[in-house]
Each structure stands twice: as structure tokens, then as C-alpha cells.
Nanobody, 117 residues
Framework: QVQLVESGGGLVQAGGSLRLSCTAS????????QAWHRQAPGKQRELVAG???????NYADSVKGRFTISRDNAKNTVYLQMNSLKPEDTAVYYC???????????WGQGTQVTVSS
């Protein structure tokens, strides 16, 4: 199993920045499966940022140019730098990843991001 622990959420004013972190432990994570998703109240969970099979980043259109996904493999940690935050970015943000041993997707507990106008 893969355990994922997120941190870095909080309350910020519109235009501000936050950096989320997700540290994996347990089973080895399959390369390029790490991703950030979010779920706003009353809405479906959506992919925010992840990695392509080639290792490059990919982003939802709504966050392109504002969010940056990165990783530190030595620390088993993936980051999401969020700049120019908007009230519509308010959601619970979840980290996800797959184990090398199975295609099952593991999820973190989520971290709340609230952007005030």
C-alpha cells in the first residue's frame, strides 16, 4: 500500500499563493502517477495537475499558467505551487498515486484550500 500525506492548505486572499506538499510512504510509487485533484462543495472531483507518461507536467485548463507541479524523488514528495489564486480554486485538494505493484490509485486525506475574495 501507499500512504499519502498532504500539507500546506489554508486560507488565503485572492491573488495570493500557497504550496501544497504530498509525501508518500509504504510501497514504492509508480513513476509519473502522482497527481493533484480537487473537489469543491457540490462538485465532482477533478484532476488539477499530474505528469504525462514522459514525465512532463500536465494541467487542467483552469489552472494553466498559475499552478506548477513538481517533485523531489529523494524525498518521495510532490508539490503543487499555486499562484494567483482565485475564489473558484477553493476546494479540498487531494494527492493521488499508484503503487508499482498494482494499478490501484491511492489517495491522501485531503487538505482544505480556501480563497477569499
Amino acid at each position: 500500500q501507499v500512504q499519502l500525506v498532504e500539507s500546506g492548505g489554508g486560507l488565503v486572499q485572492a491573488g495570493g499563493s500557497l504550496r501544497l506538499s504530498c509525501t508518500a510512504s509504504g510501497s514504492m510509487v509508480r513513476m509519473n502517477t502522482q497527481a493533484w485533484h480537487r473537489q469543491a462543495p457540490g462538485k465532482q472531483r477533478e484532476l488539477v495537475a499530474g505528469f504525462t507518461s514522459g514525465g512532463g507536467p500536465n494541467y487542467a485548463d483552469s489552472v494553466k499558467g498559475r499552478f506548477t507541479i513538481s517533485r523531489d524523488n529523494a524525498k518521495n514528495t510532490v508539490y503543487l505551487q499555486m499562484n494567483s489564486l482565485k475564489p473558484e480554486d477553493t476546494a479540498v485538494y487531494y494527492c493521488a498515486a499508484q503503487s508499482v505493484w498494482s494499478p490501484k490509485t491511492y489517495w491522501g486525506q485531503g487538505t482544505q484550500v480556501t480563497v477569499s475574495s
